[in-house]
């Protein structure tokens, strides 16, 4: 089962745009995570917040953890043709189970 | 490290036939997932182990499937016997503690069953 839900299933914005992407769970979590999948490649990691963060930046990346709604969201800024991709979140609970969701396919026109 | 190594990289086999998934995690990982993934289910955890201990397996998804992890270097999931529904990617990912870091991937284990 998943335990994490992304909104939007699909986005397609143009090269330096900005894209959000939101996640939604269901249960308590240790810490929230954010990964990108190239098409027919594996998972990579880009970012993690802990339950007890609101908010963490990395690069272009920022991520919003809000743990009463059970929501979190990912935002790239300044798009590239290099994020079209996949991204997922995953909710990493006790004893370290990392349960994903169905993942936003991002389309970054050039 | 070359990360998290899995083989093979593609198996295509017939409806019946057992398969054996490896995967070899990045040493010192302390734990270690298996994860299917396909258009109609997303990515679904099938099992993981903290410290080669199978902690968590409501994921796998019948008794066809069964995983070991003989020791911290090593792990297999096998399907026996192989339906063609079984078909799908499959990934192995290792962590390198509990509860505070990330999953590193393996490329995938893309399999068939005809």
């Known amino acids: 089962s998943q335990q994490g839900e992304e909104d939007p299933q699909a986005l397609s914005i143009q090269e330096g745009e900005n894209a959000t992407m939101n996640c939604s769970y269901k249960?308590?979590?240790?810490?929230l995570q954010w990964y990108r999948q190239n098409s027919g490649r594996g998972l990579v990691h880009l970012i993690l917040i802990r339950s007890n963060e609101r908010e963490k930046h990395s690069g272009r990346l920022r991520v919003t953890l809000d743990t009463s709604k059970k929501s979190s969201s990912l935002l790239i800024t300044a798009s590239r043709a290099a994020d079209t991709a996949s991204y997922f979140c995953?909710?990493?609970?006790?004893?370290?189970?990392?349960?994903f969701g169905g993942g936003t396919r991002v389309l970054v026109k050039p | 490290d070359a990360g998290v190594i899995q083989s093979p990289r593609h198996e295509v086999t017939e409806m019946g036939q057992e398969v054996t998934l490896r995967c070899k995690p990045i040493?010192?990982?302390?734990?270690l997932f298996w994860y299917r993934q396909t258009m109609m289910r997303g990515l679904e955890l099938l099992i993981y182990?903290?410290?080669?201990?199978?902690?968590?397996d409501s994921g796998m998804p019948e008794d066809r499937f069964s995983a070991k992890m003989p020791n911290a270097s090593f792990s297999t999931l096998k399907i026996q016997p192989s339906e063609p529904r079984d078909s799908a990617v499959y990934f192995c990912?290792?962590?390198?503690?509990?509860?505070?870091?990330?999953?590193?991937f393996g490329q995938g284990t893309r399999l068939t069953v005809v």
């Open positions: 249960t308590s979590i240790n810490n």
């Open positions: 990912a290792s962590s390198p503690e509990s509860e505070r870091t990330e999953a590193f």
């Open positions: 040493s010192g990982h302390n734990s």
């Open positions: 182990f903290n410290n080669n201990v199978p902690i968590d």
């Open positions: 995953a909710t990493g609970a006790a004893g370290n189970k990392l349960t």
